[in-house]
T-cell receptor, first 110, second 118 residues
């Protein structure tokens, strides 16, 4: 079983739509959780950290369910510029390594 | 921009050759991690350097080695290149203080080096 598993995608949605990505992780001792965004042939960029209480940043909402070892990202009012690959990232509780999911591709169309 | 810089941006090598990739960490950061990202996959952790020593290692063979310098910059060396080593190599910097990663291990990535092995 992979350490971090994500929806396979791709997700094709029209502008203005709401889209949700899901992710599960296997290491119950993990302490830090993130969503990174990666544009084609570019580096991953931190989108947001994910906290137990859930957190929101503008149109983006992240949720963490430790009991189910499940993380989600909700994007409201999708923009063309949201088109990218979204990577679910979980620390290994080692203090150094991050485990990345394979990523979910989002394409927002006019 | 993250302030993490990597060089070169692209590199073409042949099987059996050796390669050195370089990374300058973000100002104020003291830890560098290296990742390998194959096409269509998420980044895979190679190793991390802190205080000029390897601080942790992923599932990569010994022909992947590294260095960290007093200014916190780092090198990744790969010997005896194989075709499967073709990938995007990413460097990420972070801040470690008192044995604990600050800001819950948030790592900032450079633009990467795209290595092609022929």
């Amino acid at each position: 079983r992979k350490e971090v598993e994500q929806d396979p995608g791709p997700f094709n949605v029209p502008e203005g739509a709401t889209v949700a990505f899901n992710c599960t992780y296997s290491n119950s001792a993990s302490q830090s959780f993130f969503w990174y965004r990666q544009d084609c042939r570019k580096e991953p960029k931190l989108l947001m950290s994910v906290y137990s209480s859930g957190n929101e940043d503008g149109r983006f909402t992240a949720q963490l369910n430790r009991a189910s070892q499940y993380i989600s990202l909700l994007i409201r009012d999708s923009k063309l510029s949201d088109s990218a690959t979204y990577l679910c990232v979980v620390d290994t509780n080692s203090g150094y390594a991050l485990n990345f999911g394979k990523g979910t591709s989002l394409l927002v169309t006019p | 921009e993250t302030g993490v810089t990597q060089s070169p941006t692209h590199l073409i090598k042949t099987r059996g050759q050796q390669v050195t990739l370089r990374c300058s960490s973000q100002s104020g950061h003291n830890t560098v991690s290296w990742y390998q990202q194959a096409l269509g996959q998420g980044p895979q952790f190679i190793f991390q350097y802190y205080r000029e020593e390897e601080n942790g290692r992923g599932n990569f063979p010994p022909r992947f080695s590294g260095l960290q310098f007093p200014n916190y910059s780092s090198e990744l060396n790969v010997n005896a290149l194989e075709l499967d080593d073709s990938a995007l190599y990413l460097c990420a910097s972070s801040l470690l203080q008192g044995g604990d990663l600050v800001a819950k291990n948030i790592q900032y990535f450079g633009a990467g080096t795209r290595l092609s092995v022929l």
